[in-house]
């Protein structure tokens, strides 16, 4: 049987309790009698998937092995397994750019550029969590109509979900329109595609680049690049049949 270091598999808080009564020992762990369905596990494993994309996350953006460690409380060698193992993640330098979502999405790897872009360029940790609570599926970058989407941040407009003082907006959106034409490779725009509650047709929430999306309207820009993601399998067959002529 293959010896596993408690410290690369616990989470710290449990981790510490069994230190107090088998510190230094090895101990064998029975498998559970009844194998259990999908989804109905401790939590374990998921928190070791998201842990690791999290800290692949990081490491992308720059953030170096010895704080990793530090962060995470394993060694340094084990944070270097996570982020250099092909299994774990490919070795691709991450860009807040379209191109870089793209070579990123063609190595199997759009989830964890997501992740990278809110941990940095996005600024936007809060919805890096959120999309983690549950597997999502992740399409894209697609290149799309912009008039399927809609915005939910802006000035006080009826209907927004966020609200912003109508001054920022406006100098966020001027900002955009100067650097779309000089920076021809800004990142995807990321949009969820969900069906309301009481409906049967899907709808998309633009989560990230809404100054973006204001401001390739203005500009009389009608495409761009999104990455889709979807939660319910119902969701996803929904947005297959409606808009899979634009996956590629």
């Given at each position: 049987m293959k010896y596993e270091n408690a410290r690369d598999l616990l989470p710290e808080p449990l981790l510490r309790q069994v230190q107090k009564y088998i510190s230094g020992k090895l101990v064998y762990v029975p498998a559970r009698e009844r194998k259990r369905a999908w989804g109905a596990a401790s939590g374990y494993r998921e928190y070791l998937r998201e842990r690791?994309?999290?800290?692949?996350?990081?490491?992308a953006v720059?953030?170096?092995?010895?704080?990793?460690?530090?962060?995470?409380?394993?060694?340094?060698?084990?944070?270097?397994r996570i982020v250099y193992c092909r299994k774990e993640t490919m070795?691709?330098?991450?860009?807040?750019t379209l191109s870089s979502a793209q070579e990123w999405a063609r190595q199997g790897g759009l989830e964890d550029w997501v992740?990278?872009?809110?941990?940095?360029?996005g600024h936007n940790k809060p919805f890096s969590d959120g999309l983690k609570i549950v597997d999502r599926i992740f399409l894209g970058p697609i290149a799309m109509p912009l008039d399927l989407f809609h915005r939910c941040t802006g000035p006080v407009e009826e209907g927004l979900k966020y609200q912003i003082h109508p001054?920022?907006?406006e100098r966020g959106v001027r900002q955009m329109m100067e650097a779309i034409p000089q920076q021809p490779d800004l990142p995807p725009l990321i949009a969820h595609y969900l069906i309301p509650?009481?409906?049967?047709?899907?709808?998309?929430?633009?989560?990230?680049?809404?100054?973006?999306?204001?401001?390739?309207?203005?500009?009389?820009i009608r495409e761009a690049h999104v990455i889709v993601w979807i939660t319910d399998r119902e969701e996803y067959e929904q947005f297959m049949q409606r808009y899979g002529e634009y996956v590629k």
């Open positions: 690791n994309r999290e800290i692949r996350a990081r490491f720059g953030d170096p092995i010895e704080q990793l460690a530090d962060k995470y409380h394993l060694s340094c060698e084990s944070i270097k070795k691709m330098e991450y860009q807040g992740h990278a872009y809110l941990l940095s360029d001054e920022v907006w509650e009481g409906k049967t047709l899907g709808e998309f929430e633009l989560n990230d680049g809404n100054h973006r999306w204001e401001a390739y309207k203005r500009l009389g």
